[in-house]
């Protein structure tokens, strides 16, 4: 009883709050469903490692003196040194992800490049606002709505704001079905949504599907060296997919992999959730900053669909841009949701999809971008 007075005394109100806040990711995970596999995890790890004396920090070993507690290991094994954990999840990405629509249609990488303004337009304002730069390139990438990205560009660049980066990714992620039409209702009319595009299959060849993910990741690697890892992993899940002769390493890799390392992930990104570093102005400003980019990049898809329609013949729905974000498949079916409301035989989903999956593509070139100039 001693003991439980102690621990309960020794609480601070920074903990407390970083309890409520593992207490909403939870809620958020299992309530709500957004985002369960690594919400759930963040959230629980976020009550552990704020516990005090909390040994998942630091363990007490009898004969050995203080060593590394298992979150602090994990952090340190598959984040701090190697980033393992985030590339390895490209890889699981790279296997679910079907780049066919993507190659029928490749106006679409346009979009994809375009869905990415809102990053670098946000670390000019958080530069603006005070933060490092270094920092500042860190919060911008969450705008790319592409959470390991997040993660790897923040550690890797030593941002001391990868917790609350990490949570603004993942939770924007999972309210792209919230925060997108907000956006795109913003910058567009009815006219605009309920415009109809045809879409006609193309046919890919097995050849072009395999040889795709080689050459992006040449392409890529020549252009951005820093974007190798991040692209490379990616593209690799994908030529598991996509050979014929590896299907059981590429259901493994869209299914246990992904899953596992997801799981793993959510608990080791808690290490960075200390209550002293994470309950600050300066996290609040990292989620304003995050939903300004993540807002910006949808607008920013969105205007470059309506100028590319000045001079084109074939008319872009404009909201196609917005599903260049990388959070797939969500933005795809939001765009195909807007259009549907707007006019129930208006379906722009594969359409949308190849702007997605381009999205994909260009939020990791992005993030190797952001590396090669600020590391």
């Not at 709505?145 to 660049?157: F, Y």
Request: aromatic share 10%; charged share 10%; glycine share 10%.
């Amino acid at each position: 009883m001693e003991f439980l007075w102690e621990g309960i005394l020794a609480v601070t109100w920074k903990q407390l709050v970083m309890y409520c806040v593992g207490g909403a990711l939870i809620w958020l995970a299992i309530k709500k469903n957004y985002e369960p596999a690594l919400l759930l995890p963040m959230g629980f790890g976020a009550i552990l490692v704020n516990l005090p004396m909390s040994g998942v920090i630091d363990q007490i070993a009898q004969g050995v003196g203080t060593t590394h507690g298992i979150i602090q290991w994990l952090f340190e094994t598959g984040i701090g040194v190697s980033e393992a954990f985030p590339l390895l999840l490209f890889i699981g990405i790279g296997a679910m992800i079907d780049f066919g629509p993507l190659l029928s249609n490749p106006k679409m990488f346009l979009f994809g490049a375009a869905a990415q303004f809102g990053i670098f337009l946000t670390i000019i304002v958080a530069t603006l606002l005070g933060f490092d730069i270094r920092d500042a390139a860190s919060i911008g990438i969450i705008g790319a709505a592409d959470g390991p990205t997040s993660i790897l560009v923040s550690q890797v660049l030593r941002s001391g704001y990868m917790g609350a980066i990490a949570v603004a990714a993942y939770s924007y992620m999972a309210l792209v079905p919230i925060i997108q039409p907000m956006a795109i209702r913003l910058v567009t009319t009815k006219k605009e949504r309920a415009m109809r595009m045809p879409y006609t299959p193309g046919n890919v060849s097995k050849r072009m599907r395999i040889l795709f993910p080689i050459l992006v990741s040449v392409i890529a690697g020549l252009v951005a060296p820093a974007s190798v890892s991040l692209v490379g992993f990616l593209m690799f899940g994908n030529l598991i997919r996509e050979c014929g002769v590896l299907n059981r390493l590429a259901a493994t890799a869209q299914n246990e992999l992904a899953n596992l390392v997801t799981l793993l992930l959510g608990l080791t990104i808690s290490f960075s959730m200390h209550a002293e570093q994470f309950v600050t102005w300066q996290t609040l400003m990292i989620l304003c900053l995050g939903l300004f980019a993540f807002v910006f990049d949808t607008i920013g898809g969105v205007l470059f669909a309506k100028l590319l329609n000045l001079f084109c013949k074939n008319k872009v729905n404009p909201m196609i841009g917005a599903a260049g974000i990388s959070a797939f498949p969500m933005s795809a079916r939001v765009v195909e949701k807007m259009g549907i409301q707007e006019d129930n035989q208006n379906h722009l989903l594969m359409h949308a999809v190849g702007a997605n999956v381009s999205g994909q593509i260009a939020s990791v070139v992005a993030g190797g971008v952001i590396l090669g100039f600020f590391l």
